[in-house]
Nanobody, 122 residues
Framework: QVHLVESGGGLVQAGGSLRLSCVASGTIFSINDMGWYRQAPGKQRELAATITSGGSTNYTDSVKGRFTISRDNAKNTVYLQMNSLKPEDTAVYYC????????????????WGKGTLVTVSV
């Protein structure tokens, strides 16, 4: 089984920065894709940023140039550096992992964390 735990959320003023972290635990050998979705109040969950095991990244247009996703494969950890935060970035941020090689074999499932709340005040 794979468990994801996010950290780093909180309250920040507009223009400020936060760094989210997400650690995947379990008997994991490697993870293909990791990333972050977010869900603002009253809205659907949307993709924020993704990163492959090789380091290829993808961002939703609204965060390009402000957010940077990175990962440490040895630690099964993904990060999201968020700069120049705006009130519209307020959301619960969910980490995911997809395509996991572990001791029991390969799983194509998507695993989710429970989320961490980011609140950006004006």
């Amino acid at each position: 089984q794979v468990h994801l735990v996010e950290s780093g959320g909180g309250l920040v003023q507009a223009g400020g920065s936060l760094r989210l972290s997400c650690v995947a635990s379990g008997t994991i050998f490697s993870i293909n894709d990791m990333g972050w979705y977010r869900q603002a109040p009253g809205k659907q969950r949307e993709l924020a940023a993704t990163i492959t095991s090789g380091g290829s990244t993808n961002y939703t247009d609204s965060v390009k140039g402000r957010f940077t996703i990175s990962r440490d494969n040895a630690k099964n950890t993904v990060y999201l550096q968020m700069n120049s935060l705006k009130p519209e970035d307020t959301a619960v941020y969910y980490c995911y992992a997809r395509g996991v090689f572990m001791s029991s074999g390969y799983s194509g499932m998507t695993y989710w964390g429970k989320g961490t709340l980011v609140t950006v005040s004006v």
